[in-house]
C-alpha cells in the first residue's frame, strides 16, 4: 500500500471516529424548541424614568420562537425561563449537529474521491489504452 493511501485511510478512519461525537445530540430524547431565550434591554418610552438617558435601560427575559412562517417574542418569567432556555439550547445543539454532519459528509466524500484516484491502476491496460487518463 502505497504511503498516500494509508494515510487517506488513516484520515478516513479519524472521521469515523468523530461521527459518533459529532451525532451526540441526535440520541438525546428531551424536548426541543426551535428558538432563543435572551435578555432584552430597552426602554420604555416614559420621559422621566431612569431609562430615558440610556444608561440603565430595562432588562426583560425573552422568548423568541421560530415558526415556519415567522417568528414570535414572548415575555418570560425567570421560572419560564428556566423550563424554556435548555429546550432552546438542546434545539441549537441539534441544529448544530445537522452543520457539523453536512461537514463531515463533505470531507469524507473528499477522501473517497481521494482514496479512488490513489488506487487507480492501468496495471495490465495496453500501451494505446494507457494514454488516456482515467475517470
Ligand atoms: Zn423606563
Known amino acids: 500500500m502505497s504511503d498516500a493511501l494509508s494515510k487517506l485511510r488513516q484520515q478516513l478512519r479519524q472521521k469515523l471516529a468523530e461521527l459518533d461525537r459529532l451525532l451526540l445530540p441526535a440520541f ?3 424536548p426541543i424548541l426551535p428558538g432563543t431565550v435572551h435578555v432584552s434591554k430597552h426602554r420604555c ?5 431612569h431609562c430615558a438617558s ?3 435601560l430595562h432588562e426583560a427575559l425573552r422568548l423568541q420562537i ?16 428556566a423550563f424554556w432556555r435548555p429546550r432552546t439550547e ?18 469524507v466524500r473528499g477522501l473517497l474521491e481521494a482514496i479512488e484516484r490513489a488506487r487507480q491502476s ?9 494514454k488516456r487518463p482515467l475517470r
Open 90 to 107: 438542546a434545539y441549537r445543539r441539534l441544529r448544530k449537529a445537522g452543520r457539523a454532519f453536512r461537514k463531515w459528509e463533505k470531507e
Open 28 to 30: 438525546d430524547s428531551a
Open 66 to 81: 421560530r415558526f415556519q412562517d415567522g417568528t414570535a417574542n414572548r415575555c418570560l418569567s425567570a421560572e419560564a425561563g
Open 54 to 56: 440610556g444608561r440603565e
Open 122 to 130: 492501468m496495471e495490465g491496460l495496453s500501451d494505446e489504452d494507457r
Open 45 to 49: 418610552g416614559k420621559p422621566h424614568c
